[in-house]
């Protein structure tokens, strides 16, 4: 490290480097998700969409972020978490790029979704990484630290969000967020290391080759369905068809899951 970002380093500790870009991100990632709440009737209002409809933003962005998890996670271990973490505060800060220019409804969910998986990235490494970088009889700490900040973007999120929303609109909320991201990318390349990753790229290449992409996929349409299903278990009821159809295929998925993860030589 060089520069300003060094002389930061050489006064402070690495691990509060390390956790004011994790936290950061963990707390704008879960604010994001509660703010958008308090946004759904003003975009339903612009883009003439009723609120079942919008509600959908808040549904998509939690799908992808609960069955990318996982995934993220194990990818993180063969390509390094330092590379997936900052990769995922590009493509969340990406996503709240193409949110705030989105013209049309059907942009705005697919720019949802990028956040979604932008902050799946972030999120299945910001705990590893606070552990990696705090010594072990402070790892309860680091814990405690990362859940802390977790909590108080579900707090502060409707908070900060509908202030902005008052003031300049929903579409402030999304550039807000652009720009913290921005400054998160920024201070996580300097910061950040990751010494968990093999520097061997053959080694690399073969962990490529061997992901289990069938373990992923079928733990994502678990989660995804299992979601779906018990959002609309609600209004639909929980005798509804489609309902009871949706339960059954995520819980056939998870054993196909299971079993396959018996089987698989480098499983999830």
Not at 24 to 38: I, K
Not at 251 to 262: C, I, P
Request: proline letters at 2%; glycine letters at 10%.
């Amino acid at each position: 490290m060089t520069g300003i970002f060094g002389k930061i380093a050489a006064k402070f500790s690495y691990k509060w480097l390390v956790y004011s870009s994790v936290g950061m991100a963990a707390f704008v990632t879960v604010s994001d998700q509660t703010g958008t709440t308090l946004a759904l009737p003003r975009i339903g209002h612009e883009f003439s969409a009723d609120i079942p409809t919008v509600q959908w933003l808040y549904l998509v962005y939690t799908l992808f972020i609960s069955a990318l998890l996982l995934p993220m996670g194990k990818l993180s271990d063969t390509l390094g978490r330092r590379r997936i973490y900052i990769l995922g505060l590009t493509v969340f800060s990406a996503g709240s790029v193409m949110a705030y220019f989105g013209q049309e409804f059907h942009l705005l969910l697919v720019a949802k979704a990028i956040q979604g998986i932008g902050a799946a990235m972030v999120q299945a490494n910001g705990l590893a990484l606070m552990v990696e970088a705090f010594p072990n009889r402070q790892r309860a700490s680091a814990i405690g630290l990362y859940m802390a900040a977790i909590g108080t973007g579900a707090v502060m999120g409707p908070v900060i969000g509908g202030l902005m929303i008052d003031a300049w609109g929903w579409r402030s909320m999304y550039l807000g967020i652009a720009v913290i991201g921005v400054m998160e990318i920024l201070l996580s390349v300097y910061v950040i290391r990751d010494s968990a990753r093999s520097t061997n790229q053959s080694r690399e290449s073969r962990s490529i080759r061997s992901f289990d992409w069938i373990g992923a996929v079928l733990s994502a349409g678990v989660l995804s369905l299992l979601l779906i299903s018990l959002t609309y278990s609600y209004r639909l009821g929980w005798t509804n068809q489609l309902v009871l159809t949706g339960l059954s295929m995520s819980v056939l998925l998870l054993v196909g899951f299971v079993v396959r993860e018996l089987r698989c030589e480098d499983p999830m």
